[in-house]
Each structure stands twice: as C-alpha cells, then as structure tokens.
C-alpha cells in the first residue's frame, strides 16, 4: 500500500512524463550588438525604437561606463571573447593572425572551451523557428584553437534539450546594412507590417554630432544608422520571444553588450567615446538568486571593460577566474574592487597604421596618438568606400567649407593628445590638453600616468610593429574588395 501511494504521488505531483529538468547552474544568453552606442530609447536616445531592449533594461540593471578594448571588431572580438587585452595576446591588429601557426598564449583560453568543461553547451546561434536572427559572426585574430562551438549548435532548438547552455546571438544589422543600405529599409517594412505606429528616423529630424558639418548626406547616414539599431531591436525581440516561449526565460541570464563603438566615420576605428563606449542589460532569471548588485531597473554607473563580461559571466556559472585574466568579476560574492580607469587602445586596421591608447575614468578621456601622421584624414579604403561621409568631409575641405570641429578633425595629426570633459562635452569636440583649469591638469597628468602603468603591466605588444611584408597585401587587398579614391590615386596598386 505504501509503495502504491508513493507512486501515485510522483504521478500527482512529479514531473511529466518528458519535461526538461531545470538546470543545476543558469544557462546564459550573450545578445552582442555590431557597433554602436547608447543609442537606444533606454538611455534617452531619440528617433530609434528599441521597445524589447528597454523592456530589458527595466526588468534588469543598465550599465552606463562600459567601454570596449578596441573600436574595431576582430581586436575587440579577441579581447572579451578570452577575457584579456588584445595588446597583450597579440591580437590587436585587424584581421591578424588568419592564415599563420599563431596560437593564444599558455593559459589564454576561450570562454566557450572553459564554459564547455564545465558542463555547459555552446552555441553560436543562426535561426530560430526558421528565421534567420544571428550573423554567426567570430571574426577573431585567433583561428587555431580548435572547434570554440559545439558542433550542429548554430540552431536554436538545439538549446532547451542540452542546459545549461551558453549562447551568442550576434545582431546584423549596423554592420551588414553599411554595404549595401538595405536591412535597415528591410527591417522598415517589417515594422510598417508589424507596428504601423513606429516613428522612424528621417533625415530631416535627425541631429548628427558636431564634429561632422550639416550636409544632407551627413543626415542621411545618421539616419539609416539610427533606423538599423531599430532594426537590430526588432530581430533580439524575436530571440527574446523565442526564449520565452521555450519555457528558458527563467532559467537564463540575459547580458546584452555592444562589441565596439557606433558605425560612423569617427566611431569605429578611433579611441573617441563614440568608438569605445558601448550598451549593456543584464537582467536575472527569477528561479536562480540573483547576485546582490542586481536589481531591476537599475542603473550601475560603474566603469567596465568589456574583458570584465568574461570574468563575469564564468562567475555566473561558479568558475573560479583563471590566474591569468585581466578582465574583473563584478558581479556576486566574487566581486572585485571597481575599476578607476578603462583602457583601451587601436593599432593597425586592414591597410591603415595607427597605434594609439586611450584611459577614461569616471568624468575624463584621455587619448594618445603615438603614430605619426594624419589620424581622421588617413586613408582606409573600406571607409572610403562604405562611409558617405568620409568622400563628403574630404570635398568640403579641399573646397575650405569646413570649419570647427569638423575642420579640426580633418586637420588633426599625429603625435598628439587630447583630453575631454564627458560630463560637460559627451561629442568631445572641445579639447582640453591646454586648458588652465586646475582640475584639467591635474586629470592630464594622473591619466597620463595611468596609461603609462598600464601600458608596462599589460606588456602592451604595440611597441612592436609588424613586419612590411606582413603589412604590404592588405593594400592591393582592400583596393580590389573596395577601390581608391581619386585623392589617394597614388597610394593605388601599381
């Protein structure tokens, strides 16, 4: 009788007959938007439409001082996807290290081989209910490191039945639509379909930054730029549904992240807040307890690199931070003291030679080119080619219409440094390296002496150029994907 009545129980109150057990640790899900900023409706930006981030950011905690390592994708990529400087692993040129024996140096591993020692799937994930919602993007300056995937894992219903699980969902849109200008009029439509009353961002009601002149061009791309992080809203939302609808909501971590600065002529590729500073959600599953530094709509103004994401997140699934990782764990009982300073640092990209750093704190950015030469002005033929801008800039000032802070950006050389007020200038257009306000000096020479710190700690390997013939294809490389403008007809491939 005894027997029978706890078998009637286990009917009565036991799972069914099929249902996927909880997780014994939380899966984590990484939403990784391509380039941009706080250009979203949660951190007060205008003419977008982000409704699912802000939901987001209201059920979770929104983080203000986040800053990548590097304002170009593979450097940056190869930073948070270990935990560690590019500048000190040797991955900090763009595009490096794809077709060479280039291993990460001993101890320096990924976070998906970690996670996957640890019992978790990993996944890189492409479609979901038959819809195309990630790139699949790695892009990473390391390539010989063996599967960083589980295999068939680029689908999404590979995921509840394999938990806990570590997911990257990469967004699209503000990368790929620059080619072609077409995604974000694509994800348009789908909005007219969807939500006939979304407000669109029109050329005409835009305001650009005033480091670029009032050109009809110029509000054009602000535009198609602000409609594709809309569009970006849109394909995460579906994740995010998909999610819910599987039953994982409550079992996952949310943690959405930009991976370097905003798709425009001064973003990506320069160490200005517009090409470093980037989003970031978290929000917590309600059947896991949350870490104490979380709480639903918040907002946490601490400083972070995006190497602290990594440290974090093997945190979140109770791994210990390896010896050898830069990146801090802020988040839980093993939360490191906070960061006083961001650093961060742009070296070669495809054809283009620049080495310079950057240290922001909590008020202050302090930038040092240390190459010699034009810095905005330089040529790279992918942004010649894909920023309208750029062949605009370059026409007005051959012509002597620019003035202020555009003109001083096209005038602007190497060596050099620049200091900037993000309280008082968040455009950093007014440069402070020869102001007589104390506490602008005294901000001067402590940044100073922290990116000197951190350039010896680090082993900063931008001290070490690469060799010419290493250098020399990516020329003739990006004149064929790209072309060269008139101006530069001499720097074209004989």
Known sequence: MIRLLFILTLFAFGPAVGAQKPP?????????????????????????????????????????????????CAPSRSAFFVGMYQTTTDTHHMRSHRDDDFRLPDGVRSITHRLRDAGYFTANIKTAGGESVG??????????????????????AALKPRQPFFAVVNAEENEYDIY???????????????????????????????YYPDHPVVREEWAR??????GMDLRFGKVL??????????????????????????????????GLRVPMIIRWPKNFPAPSQLTPGKVDERILSLIDVTATTLALAGLPKPPLMQGRVFLGEEAESPRLFAFSARDRIDETRQRIR?????????????SSGPTFASLNRYKEKCFAIMPVMRDLHARGLLTGPP????????????????????HEIANLLASDKPEHREALTRLRAA????????????????ADEIVAPFGPEMHKWFGTPEWAKDAAPK
């Open 24 to 72: 014994a640790k939380p899966n984590i899900l990484w939403l990784v938007g391509e380039n941009l900023c706080h250009d979203l409706g949660c951190y007060g930006a205008k003419d977008v439409h982000t409704p699912n981030l802000d939901r987001l950011a209201a059920e979770g905690v929104r983080y203000t001082r986040v800053f990548a390592t590097n304002p170009a």
């Open 135 to 156: 790139s699949g993007k790695l892009d990473l300056n390391f390539v010989n490191e063996g599967p960083l995937y589980h295999e068939n894992s680029d689908d999404w």
């Open 180 to 210: 072609d200008r077409k995604s974000a009029e694509k994800e348009r439509v789908e909005w007219v379909g969807e939500r006939s009353h979304v407000q669109h961002a029109k050329p005409e009601t835009v305001t650009p930054p005033p």
């Open 225 to 230: 730029y602000l409609n594709s992080v809309s």
């Open 241 to 274: 549904a998909q999610l819910r609808a599987d039953g994982l909501e409550d079992d996952t971590v949310i943690i959405f992240f930009g991976d370097n600065g905003r798709l425009e002529p001064r973003g990506i590729h320069w160490c200005y807040d517009s």
């Open 358 to 370: 950057s240290v922001h704190d909590e008020r202050f950015h302090y930038i040092r080119t240390i």
């Open 407 to 426: 003109l001083e950006l096209m005038q602007r050389t190497g060596p050099c440094e620049e200091l900037y007020d993000n309280e008082a200038d968040p």
């Open 451 to 466: 990116l000197d710190t951190w350039i010896i700690e680090t082993g900063d390997r931008g001290q070490f150029p690469e």
